[in-house]
């Protein structure tokens, strides 16, 4: 008999409110989306939300492995950049930047990146359809 392996599942309801905007929530967060066709400057569109959540999962998986790796760090930070292609409509590339101040070695550093490719879920998930590149630098002083 084999064991079952629980598989984590994830729940988002997203309600249109009118014709300039939405709202998704999970548990107990909500966040506003800009699904108005001229746009919106204080809501995330789709492409933005799909940037923040790779950018939430590269942070997330720096959280879950620097304990493991006993990896030193102060701070984080993720730029990314997505281009979107028109005919079908599809991020084409995304390109990214994570800076991590730490006094760690170049070393440490290439072995956390190969952690947050190898085993995030949204990147994962983005990196088969889209041209997913990037690097990951100690941050300036």
């Known amino acids: 008999m084999s064991?079952?392996?629980?598989?984590?599942?994830?729940?988002?309801?997203?309600r249109r409110c009118d014709a300039h905007g939405s709202s998704a929530s999970c548990?107990?967060?909500?966040?506003?989306?800009?699904?108005?066709?001229?746009?919106?400057r204080d809501a995330f569109n789709p492409a933005e939300l799909?940037?923040?959540?790779?950018?939430?999962c590269m942070i997330k998986g720096i959280e879950r492995v620097t304990p493991?790796?006993?990896?030193?760090?102060?701070s984080v930070e993720v730029r990314l950049q997505g281009v979107r292609q028109d005919a079908p409509p599809r991020m084409e590339s995304i390109s990214y930047e994570i800076l991590v101040g730490t006094n760690e070695s170049d070393r440490r550093l290439e072995l956390l990146h190969e952690?947050?490719?190898?085993?995030?879920?949204?990147?994962?998930?983005?990196?088969?359809?889209?041209a997913l590149s990037g690097v990951l630098r100690r941050a300036d002083a």
């Open 3 to 14: 064991d079952a392996v629980q598989k984590m599942t994830f729940s988002v309801r997203a």
């Open 68 to 74: 493991i790796l006993k990896f030193d760090l102060d």
């Open 50 to 56: 799909l940037l923040a959540a790779l950018a939430a």
């Open 115 to 130: 952690n947050v490719r190898k085993y995030g879920t949204v990147f994962n998930t983005v990196a088969p359809g889209t």
């Open 27 to 40: 548990k107990d967060a909500k966040i506003d989306l800009d699904t108005d066709l001229g746009g919106r």
